[in-house]
């Protein structure tokens, strides 16, 4: 097969970059990747033929600079551009900014983008196609006595939507009519700081709804299929979350109505590309050919789209690519079916018992399970940057049904490890193990009802504390006289910190080898324990049995990250160094840095103050344990760059001294 391009430029960065450039360099295909100065070392740039520098971190200045983009798909010979998902995907302009530039945009049309950019816009034109629509107001009168008016005609409960929204951003459910004037004016604010637009339709809510969208393909020659649908239901806050196909529940009267409904909507627009046809559907009772409306359009390939190619066999990006080159569809209608089941599970750096805040920092390690698909943008020794999303990886599982391929990825969410950052693949694999998700019926309300029992934190097991404290203590059962002692057994304390917990805990070594942790409500027998290259295995309980661990190590600015991933649950510890427990000294002496990420507690100097060496410049706070922050020699304080209450980075210049005149 002849290449469709010999270059292209991937206009995005982290796990679609990746993935695009894993299919272009299978189809022979060079790639250029963009960077940002967060992206510098990013593995889309390792991965790609060239890559080009086009700006600071936030995406303002670089990812979605259009200009810079284009110059930089010119100036290194790319034939086309391929967008990814989010940043410009799905901004007209910039497709006819690539067009005029003599590129080839790997996209649908401008035109096509601007039909279904502004929801109430697509909305009429499917009406016009005869694609069934969510009742509701959709017009240009944004008087709120107005639309108040709709929405009591429409009938409670209501949802707001900005009409340029996506993501969730610019959408507000109102139950009652008491709420709307409140709930309309967030949507407005919401929708103008985030599309710069605050018009708004009003949609009945569909009560117990689900979603389920239709992945279609059109090229240039006339041709539209479907590759079938997916269930996205599983969100929260109307984000996605896990992610399946073919949908729960569906049959072939139904397939067959949302599937034409998706094709005469992409005809509608003479659609080229990859594209998703997202319908609300009435999950109250069996799905029914009449109980669907279409919500919206994305066009563009979704974050989603690996569960589409587990049960067709077909690798969307390359058909991006040959249809982009004015190729026809590989394949007809007839040609496509379901095979199996698919799932998957986005697995991000955030906590969920802390409201799924984003985790930013350092991953000291990160293994995925071999028997799934991990489409990543990250490998250890990555940052998690504050300036992007914070996805991972994408986990993927397939399987002859829904049973195996669902069982798959729990397996595989307990077989991964991240050390370093903490993640939400414990919140997943309890969601994937939820009674309603695995028999149903389940609705896009599920994670919001069962959210407390997801988001339960499970305490830090006696097991976990033990393999991470015989890692700690580097106590090695091979080593000679192994708690050998003339007056009785070896006892060793440790004290382990894990999130705002510490645990004082204690190792017996008997001569025999058992190995018992004390401390805790109750203490922990090890027999027969093995070690080898990280993996740690022994015999615990009446029953001897066997409990296993992967255990990785990573250094800190204050002691050392130990990470146990135990019964499918990671924790990670921290092991400090007393010694460590002062601010370092750098740059001869002239200023005081950091030793970890934390929050200034106080600070006792000013600008132009005096200062002994040793003395006390302030105090720090990091897992709820204070470092003094210590002046590296006597001076004069120069600059002071930092204030009580502030989170400052590991590493971040705090106080500086003025230079010592030479006498």
Known sequence: MTAPFEKILIANRGEIACRVIKTARKMGVRTVAIYSDADRHALHVALADEAVHIGASPVSESYLVAERIIAAAVATGAQAIHPGYGFLSENPDFVEAVDAAGLIFIGPSANAIRAMGLKDAAKDLMLKAGVPVVPGY??????????AQQADQIGYPVLIKARAGGGGKGMRKVDDPAQFRDALESAWREGQSSFGDPHVLIEKFITSPRHIEV???????????????????????HQKVIEEAPAPGMTDAVRAAMTEAAVTAAKAINYVGAGTIEFIVDGSGPLHPNGFWFMEMN?????????????????????????????????????????????????????????????TGKIEHLSFSSTARNDTGVRSGDTISPFYDP??????????????????????????HVAGTTTNAEFLAMLALNEGFQHGPFDTGLIERELDALTAPTP?????????????????????????????????????????????RSLILQSDGVIILTGGDCDVTLCDLEIERGHMRATTGPHNAQIKARVVHAPRPDGLLISVQSGGIVRDFSLFDARLGSAMAVDEGHAVVAPMTGMIVTLDITVGDTVEQGMKLGVMEAMKMETTLLAPRAGRIATVLCAAGQTVEGGAVLVTLEEEVAA
Not at 311 to 334: C, K, M, R, S, Y
Not at 336 to 358: K, M, Q, T, V
Not at 394 to 409: F, P, S, W
Not at 467 to 495: K, Q, T, V, Y
Request: glycine residues 8%; contains cysteine; negative net charge.
């Open 138 to 147: 959709q017009g240009d009168n944004q008087d709120p006595e107005f639309l």
């Open 215 to 237: 992945q279609v393909f059109g090229d240039s020659h006339g041709n539209v299929v479907h590759l079938f649908e997916r269930d996205c239901s599983l969100q929260r806050r």
């Open 299 to 359: 066009t563009r390939l979704q974050v989603e789209h690996p569960v589409t190619e587990a049960i067709t066999g077909v690798d969307l990006v390359a058909w991006q690519l040959q249809v982009a080159a004015g190729d026809p569809l590989p394949v007809a209608q007839e040609a496509l079916a379901i095979s199996g089941h698919a799932f998957e599970a986005r697995l991000y750096a955030e906590d969920p018992s802390n409201g799924f805040l984003p985790a």
């Open 391 to 416: 996805m991972i990886a994408k986990v993927i599982t397939a399987g002859e049904t829904r049973d195996i391929a669902l069982g798959r990825l729990v397996t595989a969410l307990r077989d991964t």
């Open 460 to 504: 830090v097991s006696e097991e976990h504390l033990a393999f991470a404290a015989l890692s700690g203590l580097g106590i090695r059962p091979e080593a000679p006289r192994l708690g050998w002692r003339l007056w009785g057994d070896a006892r060793h304390a440790i004290s382990l910190v894990c999130g705002p917990d510490t645990f004082e």
